[in-house]
Nanobody, 123 residues
Framework: QVQLVESGGGLVQAGGSLRLSCAAS????????IGWYRQAPGKQRELVAV???????NYAASVKGRFTISRDNAKNTVYLQMNSLKPEDTAVYYC?????????????????WGQGTQVTVSS
């Protein structure tokens, strides 16, 4: 079994910063890509940022220049550093990972989601 556990959400004033973490655990052979989505009330879930196993990154236009995604492969952990936060960044942030499990054989590759962490930015 594979699990994603997020942490680091909270309440912050506009212009402030937060750092989200997502740790993957379980029978992991490889994390092919891992990233963050968010869903605001009444809106669809949207991609925020993703980083591949090779280190390539992709960001939503709305967060480019303010958010930075990084990963620690030794810890199977991804981080999202969020600076210059705006009220419109308020949402539940979900970690998402494309993971190849170690067992069984042949190794299955699936999409996993964390439970979500609330980020609230006050004006």
């Amino acid at each position: 079994q594979v699990q994603l556990v997020e942490s680091g959400g909270g309440l912050v004033q506009a212009g402030g910063s937060l750092r989200l973490s997502c740790a993957a655990s379980g029978s992991i052979f490889a994390i092919n890509a891992i990233g963050w989505y968010r869903q605001a009330p009444g809106k669809q879930r949207e991609l925020v940022a993703v980083i591949t196993s090779g280190g390539s990154t992709n960001y939503a236009a709305s967060v480019k220049g303010r958010f930075t995604i990084s990963r620690d492969n030794a810890k199977n952990t991804v981080y999202l550093q969020m600076n210059s936060l705006k009220p419109e960044d308020t949402a539940v942030y979900y970690c998402n990972a494309d993971i190849t499990a170690r067992l069984p054989h042949p190794r299955p590759r699936d999409d996993y989601w964390g439970q979500g962490t609330q980020v609230t930015v006050s004006s």
